[in-house]
């Protein structure tokens, strides 16, 4: 089991390309096994991305959840109160996007890595990360 972050969610489903070589590995051993996690605020993330023009599919936002969630084994996970209180407190270094914090929260309390590219998650030494 592990956490996607919204932009490996993106990039999985329109650029693998862009994966690393780790992600990958990881996603295909996930897929075999228990799954990966998709925080629901990444849903938001995607939807606020389309709406702003800076994701641009083929398909309405609806139908572009729906070929991704049917192509994965992925597992929903929503914001616990102990996800709220932990991204509420990471260190400001970590990322002041409250999804991204909310993100990196969950990767923590379920104790899974998070594949992600971004920078500050990845040096953030508390958030278990995979990239």
Request: charged letters at 20%; proline letters at 6%.
């Amino acid at each position: 089991m592990m956490v996607l972050d919204t932009h490996v969610i993106i990039w999985l489903a329109l650029q693998p390309k862009k994966l690393s070589t780790k992600a990958k590995q990881a996603i295909r051993k996930a897929n075999q096994g228990n799954g990966m996690i998709f925080c629901e605020i990444s849903l938001w993330g995607i939807a606020m991305l389309m709406r702003k023009g800076r994701l641009k599919v083929d398909v309405d936002y609806l139908k572009f959840i729906e070929l991704i969630v049917s192509a994965y084994p992925f597992v929903f996970k929503g914001i616990t109160p102990e996800i709220a209180q932990l991204s509420a407190h990471l260190p400001p270094q970590v990322n002041l996007d409250p999804a991204d914090r909310i993100i990196a929260a969950t990767a923590v309390i379920e104790n899974v890595p998070l594949i992600t590219a971004d920078r500050n998650l990845l040096s953030a030494e508390m958030i278990p990360t995979l990239w």
